[in-house]
């Protein structure tokens, strides 16, 4: 079983900052792109940023210049660093991961809980 846990999230006033951390566990065989994706009230899931193994990121022009995207292969984890964050960036931010676990012999798509990101004066 592999399991994607999320923390970091909370109130933050526009202009602030948040770290969001993700860290995957259990029977885990290799983790190809990790992600952070952003549900917002009334509004669809979508993509923030995403880092494939080698480093390589991409992100939303939304958040493109304010949010950092890192993760680390020996923790299996994931972070997200958000500047300047704005009321729209208020969401429910699911981590996301495209894992092979040492079960199931393929690869497959892990989404945590998710944790809500407030931008509120």
């Known amino acids: 079983q592999v399991q994607l846990a999320e923390s970091g999230g909370g109130l933050v006033q526009p202009g602030g900052s948040l770290r969001l951390s993700c860290e995957a566990s259990g029977s885990i065989f290799s983790i190809n792109v990790m992600g952070w994706f952003r549900q917002a009230p009334g509004k669809q899931r979508e993509l923030v940023a995403i880092?494939?193994?080698?480093?390589?990121?991409n992100y939303a022009d939304s958040v493109q210049g304010r949010f950092t995207i890192s993760r680390d292969n020996a923790k299996n984890t994931v972070d997200l660093q958000m500047n300047s964050l704005r009321p729209e960036d208020t969401a429910v931010y699911y981590c996301n991961a495209n894992i092979r676990s040492t079960v199931i012999l393929r690869w497959k798509d892990y989404w945590g809980k998710g944790t809500l990101v407030t931008v509120s004066s």
């Open positions: 880092i494939s193994s080698d480093g390589t990121t």
